[in-house]
């Protein structure tokens, strides 16, 4: 039985899966508040049980919402003697949408979008992950179907192509090839500190 976690998004969720079955899930937008949220919610999926390994979404999305996750994920992992893995907001977005190619589009703040694409069976990503400002990643993003938080903001900057509103969900992880949920379990920021030395 596999614990997912996610928390770096507006989105918390945690999901219970064994092997491509979904036992159990709990998935609420809260915007913020994961921290107070986080940890009541597992307990009240888990009922008392103890999952054999655990699975969390190391980013990209809000620095808070990723340090939650990775900080609880790693302090069950320790108490219960379990493995810990991470995956990609990214990649959990792409293969929820069912299409083999598609460009994922997620707020990044400061005007700015997190964006990569993915395409194939199993989905795979296609290039790197960027933070662009929506004029840019209209230019470099073709696919046409295009989901994610993000996703309508992209298409109107490009002036074509499908959208649809998407976030990431902990129950999706039984979606991801093997290889997209075995990262290491730290986060992935998708861009540099906002904050800058003092010269």
């Known amino acids: 039985m596999l614990l997912a976690i996610d928390s770096a998004t507006p989105a918390c969720s945690a999901a219970l899966i064994d092997g491509g079955t979904v036992l159990a899930e709990r998935h609420d937008v809260v915007g913020r508040g994961h921290a107070e949220r986080l940890l009541p919610m597992i307990a009240e999926l888990l009922g008392g049980a103890t999952p054999h390994a655990i699975v969390v979404d190391c980013g990209p999305g809000s620095f808070t919402g990723v340090r939650v996750g ?72 073709g696919t046409d179907l295009v989901v994610g938080s993000a996703a309508e903001a992209l298409v109107v900057a490009r002036g074509y192509g499908e959208w649809r509103h998407a976030l990431p969900r902990a129950a999706d992880v039984r979606l991801l090839p093997e290889a997209l949920r075995l990262l290491p379990a730290r986060p992935l920021y998708g861009r540099g500190p906002d904050a800058r030395p003092m010269s």
């Open 70 to 141: 990775l900080a609880a994920a790693h302090g069950l992992a320790i108490g219960w003697g379990v493995s810990v893995a991470g995956y990609s907001s990214m990649a959990a977005v792409a293969a929820a949408s069912g299409a083999e190619a598609v460009a994922v589009a997620l707020e990044a703040g400061h005007g700015e979008l997190f964006v990569q694409s993915f395409g194939g069976d199993p989905i795979a990503p296609l290039d790197a992950l960027r933070s662009l400002a929506p004029h840019a990643a209209a230019a470099e993003v």
